[in-house]
């Protein structure tokens, strides 16, 4: 009995003096810090921005809670739209179908020439019922071709005089000779009317005296056209007839029997000019390596009647054949 009293006393004292001295608990200040030990010479640890956003996105409820996520939602789909944009073009770039009209075109781009240039078809037409020895056919096509303004009309015009020169001797054989004097007037008429700047004109009177017009007439019209046409920049077309020239006149000029006449000395002159326009036409036309084979052989085979002959066009063409061309 007296230890029961004895314990409840000293309880109760105890109590009374817990409730009189409060237990001293340090109050937080500036240089307090976690319980890990870290002391105020350490650097404080990163901070981690995720675990922040975390927590403060934990701590929030209701409506706030809410928009974010219908925000975040929404971003989201944003990004996604935008990401299917721009990956939509190179599906369609991967799934395009190849341009079969593109590769027609490539493949029959001759035809769709031809197409646009009536005159080169028909050219062409010409010249393979030619080498079928079909003449009559061929005359008609180069005639077909002539009567256009393409860039084989010219051609075609040479081709159709060369099968109309074929049958002038069996229809002029018992015919008299002409006068000289029309073809003379002709090719003056002709050299006029270039001066005039009337080449078309000129160019339709050099066609008729060189298919028409007696040897020496012709040859001259010949060179007149090469020379006409080189100066306008038809270099294929010059090329045509002084290849007709050189083929029909050049290779045996000069032939007259006295080489002291005034004959003699033009088909000297006629020659060199051919030549010289020959040459300078065939390079110009993309045709270099036979215009140096050609040059070449040239003044090699003419060394002997240029002896003793001054002639300015002949001096430029052994420099052009000592040139790198």
């Not at 030619?130 to 005639?143: I, P, S, T, V, Y």
């Not at 083929?247 to 000019?273: I, M, W």
């Amino acid at each position: 009995m007296k230890y029961i009293i004895l314990f409840l006393s000293i309880f109760l004292f105890s109590n009374q003096l817990s409730a009189d001295f409060p237990l001293p608990i340090p109050e937080p200040s500036e240089g307090n810090f976690s319980s890990k030990g870290t002391s105020p010479d350490e650097p404080l640890p990163p901070i981690d921005a995720s675990s922040v956003v975390a927590e403060q996105r934990s701590g929030q409820t209701g409506p706030e809670l809410v928009s974010e996520t219908a925000l975040a939602a929404s971003e989201e789909s944003k990004i996604a739209e935008t990401k299917q944009t721009v990956s939509e073009p190179v599906k369609e770039k991967k799934t395009k179908l190849p341009n079969l009209a593109d590769k027609k075109d490539k493949k029959n781009g001759k035809k769709k020439e031809a197409a646009t240039d009536p005159s080169r078809a028909a050219y062409e037409r010409g010249l393979l019922r030619l080498r079928n020895g079909q003449k009559d056919a061929a005359k008609e096509e180069f005639g077909k071709a002539a009567s256009t303004e393409g860039t084989a009309s010219s051609q075609a015009k040479l081709e159709l005089s060369k099968l109309e020169n074929a049958k002038a001797p069996e229809s002029n054989a018992e015919a008299p000779a002409e006068d000289d004097s029309r073809w003379k007037t002709s090719l003056e008429t002709a050299r006029s009317l270039r001066a005039q700047g009337k080449n078309s004109e000129a160019e339709s009177i050099l066609l008729r005296t060189a298919t028409e017009g007696e040897g020496e007439y012709r040859s001259r019209a010949l060179l007149q056209l090469g020379d006409m046409l080189f100066r306008m920049g038809r270099y294929s077309d010059a090329r045509s007839y002084l290849m007709d020239f050189w083929n029909r006149f050049g290779k045996t000029f000069p032939n007259a029997e006295d080489t002291s006449s005034r004959e003699f000395k033009r088909q000297r002159e006629e020659k060199e000019l051919g030549a010289y326009l020959l040459f300078k036409s065939s390079y110009k036309a993309g045709e270099g390596e036979w215009a140096k084979r050609f040059l070449k052989k040239y003044l090699d085979k003419s060394v002997s009647e240029s002896q003793g002959v001054y002639s300015p066009l002949r001096t430029e063409m052994e420099s052009f054949a000592k040139s790198d061309l």
